[in-house]
């Protein structure tokens, strides 16, 4: 069972709930889009497979970043505090790398209507990089979802 030291009860409340929130608004989402393939850059702890879109039987899954362990063993990984944007020294080679596994991945799938899941501080600029590509893009934003909330992310953590 995970454990939220860092955060309220209040907080972890809060965040469990978003979860839950987003994970049915991002299935909506997926089934209005009909795509055929999911790429994702979370790389979620072992303990939050619900998060995880695996579940949805009907369109498969793909993890796209690289891995975590990869990524901290050459310095591409770095704490974002709340509300940062692109660090390009670190985000420049993740999205070089998500855009070169949609583009295999897809033209070896023939997959021509996909679903990217990214964070918020990647939707501008790898969108633009999938659009100087030629390919057509749909942005949609959590954060413009009426439930969307936050404010559990008000305490630092302490790691």
Known sequence: MPQYLH??????????????????????????????????EM??????PFNRLEDLGAVP?????????????FKLSADRSHGND????????????????????????????????CGAAHLSTFSRKLIDVGHQVTK???RNAEWYDDSYKSTPSPW
Request: proline share 5%.
């Open 43 to 48: 790389n979620l702890p072992e303990w939050e």
């Open 140 to 142: 949609i934003d959590v």
């Open 86 to 117: 692109i660090v390009p020294e670190l985000d420049e080679p993740r999205e070089r790398h998500w855009l070169k596994m949609i583009e295999s991945v897809c033209a070896e799938c023939k997959a021509t209507k996909v679903a990217v899941l």
């Open 61 to 73: 899954w793909m993890y796209m970043d690289i891995p975590e362990n990869v990524r901290n063993w």
């Open 7 to 40: 955060l309220s009860k209040k907080q972890v409340e809060i965040y469990l709930a978003q979860s839950r929130l987003y994970a049915r608004w991002v299935r909506e989402q997926i089934a209005a889009f009909e795509a055929q393939l999911i790429f994702d």
